[in-house]
C-alpha cells in the first residue's frame, strides 16, 4: 500500500525555467492537496483538487502558477518562469472521501538557482 | 475556520508524559480539532482528531475541554524521535475535502 508518492524528491532550475512537481495520491483518495513550506516557515495551503477540478486555490499565486489533477495520471503543479523566491518545500496530501486526516508525501524541494 | 493558539515551543523529558495544550476559543459546534506534526524536513503525519469526546489511538490521546474551548494532546511516553512541530487545527467538517490551514505549530525537544 503506497504512500503519497512526490517526484523529484529534488528538483533544481535556472531562473525563468519551468518547474513540474508530480503528486501521486494514495489508492482510493479523490482529494489532492498542495502546501508550500518556505525555509523555517510554517505550511501555507496553496490548492485543494479533485478529479478535473480545482476546489479552492486560494493560495494559489496568481501569476505563473498552475495545477490540475487531471482524469488519469498525478496531481501536477506547476511553476513558470521560476524565480529565487519560488525556493522551497512543496508537500502534497490526499485524502479519501470517507475518512478523517491527510495523507502527506514526502515532499519535492525546489532549488532555484 | 477558528484559530488556535499553541506555546511556542515545550520541552519533554524522554519517557515522560508530553502534554501539548492549544487554545480554540472562537470554536464552532461543526468543527473538529486535528492535531499534526512535521519532524524535520520530514512530510507532515496526522496524528488524531476530535469533536466533543477524548479520543485515544496508537499514537497518542487528545483532551478535550467540555466547552471545547481548548485542548490537550498526550503522548504518554516521549521518545526522541517525537521531537517535532506538532500542529493543532480546528476545521469545518469531518471526511471528505476540506482544505486544512496550518499556523506556526509548537516546537517539542523531547531530551535525553
Known amino acids: 500500500n503506497a504512500g503519497v508518492m512526490q517526484n523529484p524528491r529534488h528538483l533544481v532550475r535556472r531562473r525563468g525555467q519551468e518547474a513540474r512537481l508530480r503528486c501521486s495520491p494514495m489508492?482510493?483518495?479523490?482529494?489532492v492537496y498542495w502546501y508550500r513550506q518556505l525555509p523555517e516557515e510554517g505550511l501555507k495551503f496553496m490548492v485543494y483538487?479533485?478529479?478535473?477540478?480545482?476546489?479552492?486555490e486560494s493560495g494559489m499565486p496568481k501569476e505563473r502558477f498552475s495545477a490540475e489533477f487531471p482524469k488519469e495520471g498525478p496531481s501536477i503543479l506547476r511553476i513558470q518562469q521560476v524565480v529565487r523566491g519560488d525556493s522551497a518545500a512543496y508537500f502534497c496530501?490526499?485524502?479519501?472521501?470517507?475518512?478523517?486526516?491527510?495523507?502527506f508525501g514526502s515532499g519535492t524541494r525546489l532549488t532555484v538557482v | 475556520d477558528a484559530k488556535t493558539t499553541q506555546p511556542t515551543s515545550m520541552d519533554c523529558a524522554e519517557g515522560r508524559a508530553a502534554n501539548l495544550p492549544c487554545n480554540h476559543s472562537?470554536?464552532?459546534?461543526?468543527?473538529?480539532v486535528y492535531w499534526y506534526r512535521q519532524i524535520h524536513s520530514q512530510g507532515p503525519q496526522y496524528i488524531i482528531h476530535g469533536l466533543k469526546n477524548n479520543e485515544t489511538n496508537e499514537m497518542a490521546s487528545l483532551i478535550i475541554t467540555e466547552d471545547r474551548k481548548s485542548s490537550t494532546l498526550i503522548l504518554p511516553h516521549a521518545t526522541l524521535r517525537d521531537t517535532a512541530v506538532y500542529y493543532c487545527i480546528v476545521r469545518v467538517g469531518g471526511t471528505g475535502g476540506f482544505k486544512t490551514i496550518f499556523g506556526a505549530g509548537t516546537r517539542l525537544f523531547v531530551k535525553a
Open positions: 483538487l479533485q478529479k478535473e477540478n480545482i476546489i479552492d
Open positions: 472562537t470554536i464552532s459546534g461543526n468543527e473538529y
Open positions: 489508492k482510493g483518495h479523490s482529494h
Open positions: 496530501a490526499s485524502s479519501p472521501q470517507d475518512r478523517h486526516g491527510y495523507t
